[in-house]
């Protein structure tokens, strides 16, 4: 089965870009278009898309919000949203990943580096490339708590190992590599960071870590 991809900008020359990248791979299929928010919240009830190629700015509504009504509690569908972004619009992404969105890719990214996202989030992982969500969170530092501030109750429910799984979430890390630095299995990774989320009341990876900062719990720079 192919993944089914809706794409959201409201500039036509890189919608069709971004078409002729993405149709040229076998496993996915572009099922549809949209130039705003709105129209991107019509276009996942009538075509059902896995991925959601969703830019931020766009007239009448923006991305977060689209994002928010796609993927906010009570939806039941199959779509994941991909954001697109330029790191001016950083604060943007931010929002985004708190209305749901399983990630976010640099609109300049290489076309390798797009398909790859969006078998990522379609296979229900959350992309969260390292590089980019230290800039991210180094940007908006002074916004995080200090971690001075008193442990948020939620984390008191998770085990020692669930925290430090946690805290290498925050930094990128992969399951594979958490497993190596943790000297466990990939198993055993997943399922401590499946405790983490069902705990936490997150809805995947990206969550997490925004959770992890926002708590405190790991602050930027911090290794």
């Given at each position: 089965?192919a993944?089914?991809?809706?794409?959201?900008?409201d500039q036509?020359?890189?919608r069709?870009?971004f078409?002729?990248?993405?149709?040229?791979?076998?496993?996915?299929?572009?099922?549809?278009?949209?130039?705003?928010?709105?129209?991107?919240?019509?276009?996942?009830?009538?075509?059902?898309?896995?991925v959601?190629?969703?830019?931020?700015r766009?007239?009448?509504?923006?991305?977060v919000?689209?994002?928010?009504?796609?993927t906010?509690?009570?939806r039941?569908?199959?779509?994941?949203?991909?954001?697109l972004t330029?790191?001016?619009?950083?604060?943007y992404?931010?929002?985004a990943l708190?209305a749901?969105?399983?990630?976010?890719?640099?609109?300049?990214?290489?076309a390798a580096?797009?398909?790859?996202?969006?078998?990522?989030v379609?296979?229900?992982?959350a992309l969260?490339?390292p590089?980019?969500?230290?800039?991210?969170?180094?940007?908006?530092?002074?916004?995080l708590?200090s971690g001075?501030?008193?442990?948020?109750?939620a984390l008191n429910?998770?085990?020692d190992?669930?925290?430090e799984?946690?805290?290498?979430?925050?930094?990128?890390l992969s399951?594979?590599?958490?497993?190596?630095?943790?000297?466990?299995?990939?198993t055993?990774?997943k399922?401590h960071?499946?405790?983490?989320?069902t705990?936490?009341?997150l809805?995947?990876?990206?969550?997490?870590a925004?959770y992890?900062?926002?708590s405190?719990?790991?602050?930027?720079?911090?290794q």
């Open positions: 089965m993944i089914r991809v809706l794409l959201v900008d036509p020359l890189l069709t870009g078409r002729m990248i993405l149709e040229a791979e076998q496993d996915i299929a572009v099922v549809g278009e949209a130039g705003d928010g709105l129209q991107a919240i019509d276009q996942v009830r009538v075509l059902q898309p896995d959601v190629l969703m830019d931020i766009m007239p009448r509504m923006d991305g919000e689209a994002t928010r009504q796609i906010g509690p009570g039941d569908g199959p779509a994941k949203v991909l954001v330029t790191f001016d619009l950083d604060e992404v931010v929002e708190r749901g969105a399983s990630g976010f890719l640099l609109k300049d990214a290489p580096e797009l398909v790859q996202a969006i078998r990522v379609a296979a229900g992982e969260l490339a590089s980019i969500t230290r800039r991210l969170l180094d940007k908006y530092a002074s916004h708590p001075d501030e008193p442990v948020p109750d429910t998770l085990t190992r669930e925290v799984v946690l805290k290498l979430v925050a930094r990128g399951n594979a590599e958490i497993a190596a630095d943790l000297f466990v299995s990939e055993t990774v399922t960071v499946g405790h983490v989320l705990k936490l009341q809805r995947d990876r990206v969550q997490a925004v992890a900062y926002e405190g719990l790991v602050r930027p720079g911090a």
